[in-house]
């Protein structure tokens, strides 16, 4: 049997036992990945602590010619990646590819973002007193950051937290998924031949119950999770006075609106709520459709989803796979069975076969049932009637998630009152809400986060603003 892959140990690769990684859709053995210990994740905090006096001076070329260089190295072994991330995480191969694509753009843009400033200088003499006194604010690291990634991108949500901390000058250490390891690794091996201090990164698969130090130790400046609500605001009430950045889903609402284009909406619906079985925190999961457009909609939604292909994720054809776990299935299952005894309409799908959730159109569901007002994160969408536009915006108000909403309308005035009403941190028009560019700013309200993500917001959180005034007097 082939030995497990090492952990990275402050830059060394380190030989530990580990479990084997199995493929969600067939439960195939992938290799073996060795899992960190809680001494591990004691030695790498301590390891980050001290490398920070190093990045910390890191000049801003250096910090992009490292960046740049990581890029390109994703770029030279994207097909590595990207099977990497196929079969840990039983993503189509097509969707893979393109995560490794976006990685590459988010290391590039936090290359970019090396030779911005936003430094300022501030007018003192506006005020009795500052005569003669001249003031100028940067933003520098705050220190070692802890990273904790999920599963459903294994690359690029690692990217958004490493590349910023990088940009920044932060040391990191970073919890990749249990289920989905590797990429986060080959990503580590890359970001060391680049020549990042080897002491200011560690990549540890590890227990969560043995990972307790990257929430309470103070020398971790920051800590970046990106998982389910219960988990962030649980480690909020425990990092102390550390800062944190919460990433935690949502049940993402979609408006249809009469005059819209409804093929096209129907179309983006689909890609939107059934790419990757739904396992995205922006997936599409609610759409209210105007009541005159609802029947042709529902029937354009149908055809678009019978038309998906759920296969293995190294099969070119596959729009979707399993979930990630026979255990999410049986949720999912369970909430089926919730909402048919609940009345609702199944238009299509609605089967549930191990780990593999039939694509699924639900009518007719109430929105306290959980195929609702929960994250579903699964190859279901629910469509529901609405008479007015204000109605349409209570609806997708009415969830105790916010991260981001789509409108599908041509009136500008409709536009932009969805823009001055909904409760969300990222408003699409004319498209679906899980579209995402990774540069923007990323985040949610209510239940479903706290602070930003995307390269340059990311760096803001890692970064505070340091005030200098010379008086000259």
Same mark, same amino acid.
């Given at each position: 049997m082939t030995a497990p892959r090492?952990?990275?140990?402050?830059?060394?690769?380190?030989?530990?036992?580990?479990?084997?990684?199995?493929?969600?859709?067939?439960?195939?053995?992938?290799?073996? /990945?060795?899992?960190?210990?809680?001494?591990?994740?004691?030695?790498?905090?301590?390891?980050?602590?001290?490398?920070?006096?190093?990045?910390?001076?890191?000049?801003?070329?250096?910090?992009?010619?490292?960046?740049?260089?990581?890029?390109?190295?994703?770029g030279a072994q994207r097909e590595v990646f990207a099977q990497a991330i196929a079969l840990e995480a039983g993503k189509p191969i097509l969707q893979a590819r393109g995560e490794v694509q976006r990685a590459m753009t988010t290391f590039e843009t936090a290359a970019d973002e090396c030779s911005q400033s936003h430094d300022e200088v501030?007018?003192?003499?506006?005020?009795?007193?500052?005569?003669?006194?001249?003031?100028t604010v940067k933003r520098v690291p705050i220190g070692p950051v802890a990273a904790i990634a999920p599963f459903n991108f294994p690359l690029n949500l690692v990217a958004h937290k490493v590349a910023p901390a990088l940009a920044a000058g932060c040391p990191i250490v970073l919890k990749p998924a249990s289920q989905t390891p590797t990429a986060a690794l080959l990503l580590g091996d890359a970001i060391i031949a680049a020549g990042w201090p080897a002491g200011a990164l560690s990549v540890l698969p590890v227990a969560s119950s043995d990972a307790q130090a990257l929430i309470t130790d103070d020398r971790i400046a920051l800590l970046s999770f990106t998982g389910s609500p219960a988990v962030g605001w649980q480690l909020?009430?425990?990092?102390?006075?550390?800062?944190?950045?919460?990433?935690?889903?949502?049940n993402a609402g979609v408006i249809v609106h009469d005059d819209?284009?409804?093929?096209?909406?129907?179309?983006?619906?689909?890609? #939107?709520?059934?790419?990757?079985?739904?396992?995205?925190?922006?997936?599409?999961?609610?759409? @209210?459709?105007?009541?005159?457009?609802?029947?042709?909609?529902?029937?354009?939604?149908?055809?678009? /989803?019978?038309?998906?292909?759920? #296969?293995?994720?190294?099969?070119?054809s596959a729009d979707l796979c399993s979930l990630i776990a026979p255990l999410e299935a049986q949720r999912v299952a369970d909430w089926f069975a919730e909402a048919r005894a609940a009345g609702a309409t199944f238009v299509t799908g609605g089967t549930v076969s191990g780990g593999i959730v039939r694509p699924t159109i639900i009518t007719d569901a109430g929105p306290r049932l959980q195929v609702n007002c929960r994250e579903v994160f699964a190859p279901v969408v629910t469509i529901t009637p609405y008479d007015t536009y204000e109605e349409?915006?209570?609806?997708?108000?009415?969830?105790?998630?916010?991260?981001?909403?789509?409108? @599908?309308?041509?009136?500008?005035?409709?536009?932009?009152?969805?823009?001055?009403?909904?409760?969300?941190?990222?408003?699409?028009?004319?498209?679906?809400?899980?579209?995402?560019?990774?540069p923007m700013p990323y985040g949610g309200v209510k239940q479903s986060g706290f602070g930003r993500e995307g390269v340059r917001y990311a760096i803001e959180e890692m970064t505070e603003p340091k005030l200098m005034v010379i008086n000259l007097a």
């Open positions: 090492p952990i990275l140990l402050a830059g060394v690769h380190t030989d530990r036992p580990g479990p084997m990684i199995h493929c969600p859709y067939d439960n195939t053995p992938i290799g073996a /990945v060795g899992r960190a210990t809680q001494t591990d994740v004691d030695v790498a905090i301590a390891a980050a602590h001290a490398s920070f006096v190093q990045t910390r001076a890191l000049p801003a070329h250096v910090r992009a010619r490292i960046l740049r260089t990581v890029a390109a190295t994703l501030l007018r003192l003499d506006r005020a009795a007193g500052g005569e003669q006194r001249h003031a909020k009430s425990q990092c102390g006075r550390k800062r944190i950045t919460l990433e935690l889903g949502g819209a284009d409804i093929a096209s909406a129907a179309a983006k619906c689909v890609a #939107g709520g059934f790419n990757y079985a739904g396992q995205s925190c922006i997936s599409v999961q609610r759409i @209210f459709v105007q009541r005159a457009v609802y029947p042709a909609f529902v029937a354009a939604m149908k055809a678009g /989803v019978e038309r998906l292909v759920v #296969g293995h994720p190294l099969d070119e349409a915006l209570a609806l997708v108000n009415d969830s105790d998630f916010g991260l981001q909403a789509a409108v @599908f309308t041509r009136d500008v005035g409709r536009i932009y009152r969805a823009y001055d009403v909904l409760e969300v941190g990222g408003l699409i028009i004319n498209d679906m809400p899980t579209w995402r560019l990774d």
